[in-house]
């Protein structure tokens, strides 16, 4: 065989390896993916098929905190538009977490309803971030 041919049969087995890589990939990324919706882009693109694991973003909305037995919370999430989203969690709560504030939600739609059934979520908060420390002792100063 000829130096060409071997040549030829290398580069073609690497393309071959790399397609099988990329689509192998694909496939996993694919169904372990989270998508991220709004409650603005929930109404518009509808409820996502059912079982499929999403995240909802959102501000809670004031006054719609309910506690439970135990640590399960009741909330909805609003995203500045008249849409909104209930979401149950069981489970702590992050101490970032309060009325009018950013929060991200994990999970899966409770088939058949309109209640979101979340196993994580994450506070959101500003990059303008101070330990309680400094704000103390920043206010103390007299300009």
Do not use: C, W
């Not at 996993?28 to 999403?54: C, K, Q, S, V």
């Not at 009741?74 to 069981?90: L, N, P, W």
């Amino acid at each position: 065989m000829r130096a060409r041919t071997k040549r030829l049969y290398a580069v073609a087995g690497a393309g071959f390896l790399v397609a099988a890589a990329t689509v192998l990939a694909g496939f996993a990324l694919g169904r372990n993916a989270d998508l991220f919706y709004t409650p603005e882009l929930l109404a518009e693109r509808g409820m996502p098929e059912e079982n499929r694991r999403i995240r909802i973003g959102g501000f809670v909305q004031p006054d719609s905190l309910q506690y439970s037995e135990g640590v399960a919370v009741i909330f909805v999430i609003e995203d500045g538009s008249d849409e909104t989203v209930t979401v149950q969690y069981d489970g702590i709560l992050p101490d970032l977490f309060r009325e009018e504030q950013g929060v991200v939600a994990s999970g899966r739609f409770v088939p058949g309803s309109q209640l979101f059934e979340a196993d994580q979520i994450l506070a959101k908060h500003d990059e303008n971030y101070q330990p309680r420390e400094l704000r103390d002792i920043e206010s103390s100063y007299s300009y």
